[in-house]
Structures are given as structure tokens and as C-alpha cells.
């Protein structure tokens, strides 16, 4: 033990460098993100390639020509109905001029007039453009109804062809569903074999060196890391395994800090000791069995489960023997002795003299007794 604590910081000193370690956890997560990004692009299996060894060519082709038809066919309908269109119009207009025509004949007829020869020739031309009209419709009609038969049997054909190429592919869509699972599961394993290593590197550095100044850093990356690889997994594996896989991470990590915990109970690090120590002291109990302290101005207390009760006499009727060594009556445990610098009362448990300041070196603790021996 060394005079020369650890500092850390004051409470803005701190704030700051837990933000900086957020900051730095947030750009390695990006980092890494581009890493992987990379990993997933590696060139994958040339799925067109597959489908071709399976599918044949020469029926895709002939379909692809029979759409194209089809569409073509589509596009001569759609002209051939604006054509009709038209001629409706036009039919509409020649039948209105020959009937005001035929009307004006006939009125001309009742009062014995001789219709002239320019209202012959204009109701002749009016009947002319009707009947053309009518035959041009009827034409568009037939032009339509054999291309509607046509339409027909190309997508009749078009569907047999289908059915066959869908035939042709099953077994292709089966290779190729065998090629990507292969393809996704090379690329989790280059993801996890970039990973797996900084995250295990990382946990071992934090473990190692959690009492580093540089522990935030060392934090940042396996937290950073440890985020990643949740990522992979969830991404690349299937969710019935990923659930296995979180809750055994989870047991692991558990098992980790429990652990932890059991080998901090049983064989406690010297500043862990220290600082448990110097609360039971505060406390007035012995740090080992959690004995009260019968000692000072607590000699004559009662002792109860919220505290002492009863006299508690002041420092001016302290007696005498209460600057003597002093011993749990309950542990055992040598409390208070004699400082080796000057000779007065100290604390058996804590580094350091009060009175002198003396450094008293202190081993680690005890498995069986949990206290540091000397």
C-alpha cells in the first residue's frame, strides 16, 4: 500500500470522461460497422449463371418475343378502338346531316318543290360518307376480333411455356437457396472470426486492468464490440438458434460477474478489504464478525439491530483503558494495537497510523478469516 491513491477527479472530471467514453464506444461501433460492411460485400455466387444451367434458354427467349407480341397486339387494339372512336364520331355527324337533308326533301315533296340538284348531290354524299363510315367501323371490328384471337393463343402459349420453365426452375431455385445459405453463413464466419477475437481480447483487458486509468477506453471497445457481435448473430443466424445463443451469452455473463463476486467474497483484492474495514469502523463493529466495539464511549451501550442504546458517556470521562490495544471478544481479531512509529492506539486493520501517519503494510485477505495479514 502506497500513499500515492489514485485520484478520480472531480465530479465534472468525471461527467466528461464518461461522455467521452460514450463518444468513443459510439465511434467504434461505427467503425466496426464499416469493417463489416465490407466483409458482407465479397463477391457472392453468379446466380444468373445457375439459373441458365437449369432453365432453358430458348423457351425464355421464345417467351420474351411472344410478350413482346403480345404487347404489340395491345397497341394495334388500342388504335383500332381510337380509329372506331372516330368513325362513331363522324358516323354521329353524317347521320345528323342526312336526316336534316331527308327532312328538308320531304317538305319539299309535300308543297310539290323540286328539290334543286345541289341538295341531291349533298344528300347522295351524306348517305356516301355514312356507309363508308359503316364499312371502315366494321373493318376495325374484324381487324379487332382476329387480333383479340390472337392475343389469346399467344398468351395460351405464353402460359404453357411458363409452366414449364417453372418446372426448370424448382431444382435451380433450390441450388441457388443453397448457395446463398452458404454464402450467408461465410460471411457471419469471417464476421465472427473479426470479431469474436477483439471481443475476447477486450473482455480479458477489462478484467485485467479494471482498475487502469484506462479502463473507460477499455470499456468503450468491449462494449462497442459486444454490440457488434449481438448485431451478427441476430442478422445472420435464424431466430429458433439466435434465442438459444443470447440466453446462453447471458448465462455466461452471469456466471462471469457471479463469479466475480464469489472470488471478491471469499478472497477480497487489499483496497476492497480497506474500504469495507474503514465502514465498519465508522460503524463501530468489528470489520470480521460484525461484533460491536465495546470500547470508548460505546463501552456501557446497549447494543441493538438499529444501534447502541444507553450511556455514552463523552471524551472527557473516557477511561484510561481506552488507549489500550483491543481485541473482538466475539473473532478473536486483533482491532486496535500499538503503532511501531509512536506508540499509540491505531487501528489493526487500516494503513495507516493516526497519529503518525506511519504506513503499516497490509498483505491480501485471509481465505478463511477474511482479514489481511500482516
Known amino acids: 500500500m502506497t500513499r500515492n491513491a489514485r485520484q478520480s477527479g472531480s465530479r465534472l472530471h468525471r461527467s466528461f470522461i464518461l461522455a467521452l467514453g460514450a463518444l468513443l464506444t459510439l465511434l467504434l461501433f461505427g467503425l466496426l460497422g464499416f469493417v463489416l460492411k465490407d466483409i458482407g460485400d465479397i463477391e457472392h455466387p453468379d446466380y444468373a449463371e445457375v439459373k441458365k444451367q ?5 423457351k425464355t427467349a421464345q417467351v420474351k418475343d411472344l410478350r413482346a407480341e403480345n404487347e404489340d397486339i395491345e397497341r394495334r387494339i388500342k388504335n383500332q378502338r381510337e380509329i372506331q372512336q372516330i368513325l362513331r364520331g363522324s358516323a354521329e355527324s353524317s347521320r345528323e346531316t342526312m336526316n336534316q337533308l331527308l327532312e328538308m326533301h320531304r317538305f319539299n315533296l309535300e308543297n310539290e318543290v323540286k328539290p334543286s340538284p345541289a341538295e341531291v348531290q349533298a344528300l347522295a354524299a351524306s348517305e356516301s360518307l355514312f356507309l363508308a363510315n359503316q364499312k371502315k367501323f366494321q373493318e376495325a371490328n374484324e381487324q379487332i376480333a382476329g387480333l383479340s384471337q390472337r392475343q389469346r393463343d399467344l398468351q395460351e402459349q405464353v402460359r404453357g411455356l411458363e409452366e414449364e420453365i417453372k418446372k426448370s426452375r424448382e431444382p435451380a431455385n433450390t441450388e441457388i437457396n443453397k448457395l446463398r445459405k452458404r454464402h450467408r453463413f461465410k460471411v457471419a464466419a469471417l464476421k465472427l472470426l473479426f470479431l469474436l477475437p477483439l471481443t475476447l481480447i477486450a473482455a480479458v483487458m477489462v478484467m485485467k486492468k479494471r482498475t487502469s486509468p484506462h479502463a473507460p477506453i477499455l470499456n468503450a471497445i468491449l462494449i462497442a464490440t459486444c454490440w457488434r457481435l449481438a448485431l451478427v448473430m441476430h442478422k445472420h443466424f435464424p431466430a429458433e438458434f439466435f434465442k438459444y445463443i443470447a440466453i446462453a451469452v447471458g448465462i455466461v455473463i452471469v456466471l462471469a460477474f457471479l463469479i466475480q463476486m464469489i ?16 465502514s465498519a469502523y465508522g460503524r463501530h463493529v468489528c470489520p470480521i464478525c460484525q461484533h460491536p466495539i465495546l470500547r470508548g464511549p460505546l463501552k456501557h451501550a446497549t447494543w441493538t439491530p438499529k444501534g447502541p442504546r444507553g450511556p455514552t458517556p463523552g471524551p472527557a470521562t473516557s477511561e484510561p483503558q481506552d488507549e489500550q490495544p483491543y481485541t473482538c471478544p466475539s473473532c478473536g481479531e486483533k482491532l486496535y494495537e500499538k503503532c511501531e512509529s509512536c506508540d499509540s492506539v491505531r487501528h489493526a486493520l487500516l494503513p495507516y497510523c493516526e497519529s503518525c ?3 503499516k503494510g497490509l498483505a491480501q485477505a485471509s481465505p478463511e478469516t477474511g482479514a489481511p495479514s500482516a
Request: charged share 25%; hydrophobic share 25%.
Open 54 to 58: 437449369y432453365v432453358d434458354q430458348q
Open 263 to 278: 472470488r471478491t467474497a471469499t478472497s477480497p483484492k487489499l483496497g476492497w478489504l480497506i474500504k469495507q474495514y474503514r
Open 357 to 359: 501517519g506511519s504506513e
